[in-house]
């Protein structure tokens, strides 16, 4: 029953994780609700710990991300949400520090479930980085990759024109009506 249950938080982690401003980050309403608390109390221990929460930690969404999360999650009456103000987003670390803030088995317990998540998640990513810094070495030598790519059209258009003058050539075979 306990894998279960581990296993259960894991993919409701999972499916909490967006990247918002080119970082990972979990919202404070679906913090909250792993936490079993309300918004608001999450929100509440935040403020009276601001110290703690520097913006590479925690940052409050605009207007413009709201729509653009909402959007990604398929949801478009924030009514229906209950979203009355902006959420609050809080990075790996913004999530490590609430552990100090809130200090309940569970939460320590759930802070420890989404820490191995983004782990895990940051460990699936690495297969990436080498492709990434190889598209950034070509956007650099954008010179270069342009007169690659014009030699190797030249190729495949010269090879081309070979096969159409070889078709050209060739004696038809089969029956002539």
């Given at each position: ?52 929460f ?98 190797v ?16 050539n ?8």
């Open positions: 029953m306990e894998k279960e249950t581990s296993l259960t938080k894991n993919i409701l982690v999972d499916d909490k994780i967006f990247i918002i401003r080119g970082v990972q980050v979990m919202l404070d309403r679906d913090l909250a609700e792993l936490y079993g608390v309300e918004t608001r109390v999450l929100n509440q221990a935040v403020k009276r710990n601001i110290d703690r520097p913006s590479d930690f925690m940052f409050e969404l605009t207007k413009q991300e709201l729509e653009n999360w909402k959007s990604q999650i398929v949801i478009s009456n924030s009514i229906k949400m209950g979203i009355r103000k902006l959420p609050l987003a809080f990075t790996q670390d913004g999530i490590a520090m609430l552990s100090s803030v809130l200090k309940s088995k569970i939460a320590i317990q759930i802070n420890i479930q989404i820490m191995r998540t983004f782990t895990k998640l940051k460990n699936q990513s690495v297969p990436y980085f080498d492709i990434i810094k190889r598209l950034e070495k070509l956007e650099a030598n954008d010179k270069d990759t342009r007169e690659l790519l014009n030699k059209v030249q190729v495949v258009t010269t090879m081309q024109s070979i096969q159409d003058e070889a078709k050209q060739t004696r038809q075979i089969g029956f002539k009506i």
